[in-house]
C-alpha cells in the first residue's frame, strides 16, 4: 500500500515538473506559497497542474491513504482483540489457583 501512495506523489511530483517546464508556475505570486495561505496552496496547485489532471490524481492518493488508514485500523484491532483472549485466558487461569 505504501508503494502505492509512493507512486502517486510521485506521480502528482511529475505533472508538477511539466507544468514547471511550460512556464505556469512563474505566471503565480509567490505570496500564496506561505504556510499560511494553505487555501491559496489549493487554488495554485489546481491552476498550476490543470483542474482535471490534478483532482484525479489527488482523488487516487487520497483513495488510497484512505484504504491505508482502514487497514492501519483493522490489523490494529485484530492485535487488541488478541490482547484481550490472552488477557481472558490469564485471568481465569489465575482465579482457579485462588
Known amino acids: ?3 502505492k501512495i509512493m507512486i502517486k506523489i510521485l506521480e ?10 511550460h512556464g505556469r508556475f ?4 509567490p505570496r ?3 504556510p499560511s495561505a ?12 490543470g ?3 490534478v483532482e484525479a490524481v489527488l482523488q487516487r492518493l487520497d483513495r ?11 490489523q490494529t484491532l485484530g492485535v487488541v482483540h488478541g490482547l ?7 485471568m481465569e487461569g489465575t482465579q482457579s489457583f485462588c
Not at 502528482?12 to 517546464?21: E, F, G
Open 1 to 3: 500500500m505504501i508503494v
Open 12 to 21: 502528482v511530483l511529475a505533472l508538477a515538473t511539466k507544468q514547471i517546464k
Open 26 to 29: 512563474c505566471k503565480f505570486p
Open 32 to 34: 500564496i506559497l506561505r
Open 38 to 49: 494553505q487555501c491559496g496552496i489549493v487554488k495554485f496547485a489546481k491552476k498550476l497542474l
Open 51 to 53: 483542474e482535471s489532471e
Open 64 to 74: 488510497l491513504t484512505q484504504e491505508e488508514a482502514r487497514m492501519t485500523v483493522a
Open 84 to 90: 484481550v483472549n490472552n488477557m481472558t485466558v490469564v
